[in-house]
């Protein structure tokens, strides 16, 4: 048997330790770089316009709902799309081995969490003011809009021009990213839809760092998946929003019933005529004294003596709250149109309150009760809020369990509850319905007493929430919570239901890797979504 010559062997070895150093090296560098890649610190490096905090976060561990306190490890502050763009494709890079999640923040007026990213950024979506607001007046007129602009301020801007956006929230404080990445329901949803009903066009941030435009022409899966999407395809940036002419003025009117199922006929009567009013909406109201005296502050009775004699204590009432938009110049016609509809009503005639308000104070009625709140030190305490969607064959069960037995009162916040119909709601979007063609939203909007132990405490609400949760499920009603809030991905996917799976897909798609949003709890980074 022969041997190679010494000199090989020593060649070949020396080979075989450069490869070996080669390696080890390139590895090393492989392996810092991937540290230094998913160092949370390596934000501190991307070139932005804005600026980030890693240590002024605290006020980014909190929302309206204020139950969850979740830090993140840094806010930014956009001044331009880029910024957003460059941050999570940052992220996006470091792959599914780095914990960073995103979360983009607006008015902070979520309620479990859900703007919230523990140990990731949160972007501060109101420092965006790239997009300056622009209204086109022709004959499809719209608005554009940043993500981080509030309702509030679109509308006294659309008001310069005449013109003001067709749906609403009550409380127009919020962003327009906010409620369009929710659905944006108010009291003229059953003639224009939610707000995600009115959207021409959108630029998103997606979960990649790609910042795309999307409309019905153009990338229409992901603009119908981040339309009520939950903020888990992409961030929206600029909105353009359909308008109409704006009114210069609204008769509010209120109205009482005794009985429930006249109380929903009637509003089932309104939202289905041709001719009706702009915005209607109802609330529960149970045991509370000297209701129609509290009213007489904003509203005159039509029958001052009747109403002083009117007597609420005890009693579960329903109120309708009605609104007829008109000009000055329509004064006549338009009471005499409000007459002929309220004569189809069959409210307690003692109880019709009356007033006449600008169009731009009766859309921003809540921030006036936000401004006594916050006076007294009661506006930043726990909102225990439920909101569920009732299908209308079910909603009489619903009224006798719940408002019959479960609650006792409403003296923590209002009920609100008021038809709808489907056929406003576009069905490509992410927003999640009932079956039927009317359903009815019905929000129980508490306020919980910090350290109570009774009826206005935390618990105490939690606990009636839960038991009308429960009855929901154990009668079989068909009901679809807005604004949802799931701990686990069993629940989420009953609750998308057959369109489950239309969603995962569209996560795969725009954020693969799970970096946003992760307060929704729908997702979790690093796990597959099948």
């Not at 940036?237 to 003025?249: F, N």
């Not at 004064?331 to 169009?359: H, P």
Request: hydrophobic share 40%; aromatic share 10%.
């Amino acid at each position: 048997m022969r041997y190679p010559p010494v000199s090989i062997l020593k060649q070949t070895n020396m080979l075989f330790v450069r490869s070996f150093l080669i390696l080890f090296l390139s590895c090393m560098t492989t392996t810092i770089n991937l540290c230094l890649s998913s160092n949370p610190s390596s934000l501190g490096t991307l070139s932005v316009d804005g600026h980030f905090s890693f240590d002024e976060v605290h006020h980014a561990a909190k929302d309206f709902g204020n139950r969850f306190h979740l830090l993140p490890l840094a806010v930014l502050y956009p001044k331009s799309v880029s910024d957003i763009a460059t941050t999570i494709r940052h992220i996006w890079q470091m792959g599914p081995d780095s914990e960073l999640t995103v979360a983009a923040r607006g008015h902070s007026h979520s309620l479990q969490g859900q703007a919230q990213a523990h140990h990731g950024v949160v972007i501060n979506m109101e420092s965006l003011q790239v997009h300056k607001m622009h209204v086109y007046s022709g004959n499809y007129p719209y608005v554009d809009a940043s993500g981080g602009e509030l309702w509030i301020d679109i509308l006294r801007e659309c008001l310069k021009y005449g013109l003001a956006p067709k749906s609403w929230t009550d409380y127009l404080h919020l962003t327009v990213g906010g409620t369009l990445s929710n659905a944006g329901v108010s009291g003229q949803a059953f003639r224009h839809g939610p707000q995600i009903s009115n959207v021409n066009q959108l630029e998103v941030v997606t979960g990649k760092g790609e910042v795309l435009n999307c409309s019905e022409k153009q990338n229409s899966d992901l603009f119908h998946g981040v339309l009520g999407g939950l903020g888990q395809f992409g961030i929206i940036t600029r909105a353009r929003i359909s308008l109409e002419p704006a009114p210069d003025m609204v008769k509010w009117i209120r109205v009482l019933y005794s009985d429930f199922t006249t109380f929903a006929t009637d509003q089932e009567l309104l939202i289905g005529a041709e001719s009706t009013f702009d915005y209607i909406e109802g609330f529960v109201i149970i045991n509370r004294t000297s209701l129609l005296n509290n009213w007489r502050s904003s509203f005159d009775p039509q029958d001052p003596v009747q109403a002083s004699q009117f007597q609420s204590d005890g009693r579960t009432l329903y109120c309708l709250e009605l609104a007829k938009y008109f000009n000055r110049d329509r004064i006549d016609a338009l009471n005499e149109e409000v007459g002929n509809l309220l004569s189809q009503l069959r409210y307690m005639a003692s109880t019709l309150f009356l007033t006449e308000v600008s169009y731009l104070e009766f859309l921003d009625r809540v921030h006036v009760s936000e401004v006594k709140l916050r006076s007294k030190g009661l506006w930043e305490v726990p909102h225990p809020w439920l909101n569920l969607l009732i299908p209308k064959s079910k909603i009489n069960d619903f009224a006798d369990e719940v408002f019959g037995s479960i609650l006792t009162d409403t003296s923590n916040g209002p009920i609100l509850i008021y038809p709808v119909n489907k056929s406003k709601w576009d069905n490509r979007t992410s927003a999640v319905l009932p079956e039927e063609d009317i359903f009815y939203l019905v929000a129980f909007l508490n306020s919980a007493m910090p350290s109570s132990m009774g009826t206005d405490g935390l618990e105490h609400i939690l606990t009636q929430n839960k038991r009308i949760l429960e009855f929901c499920e154990t009668a079989r009603l068909g009901m679809k919570q807005y604004l949802p809030h799931y701990n686990t991905q069993g629940e989420w996917r009953a609750h998308f239901g057959p369109r489950w799976e239309v969603f995962a897909q569209r996560k795969s798609t725009y954020d693969p890797l799970a970096i946003l949003a992760p307060g929704q709890r729908i997702f979790q980074k690093g796990i597959s979504f099948s």
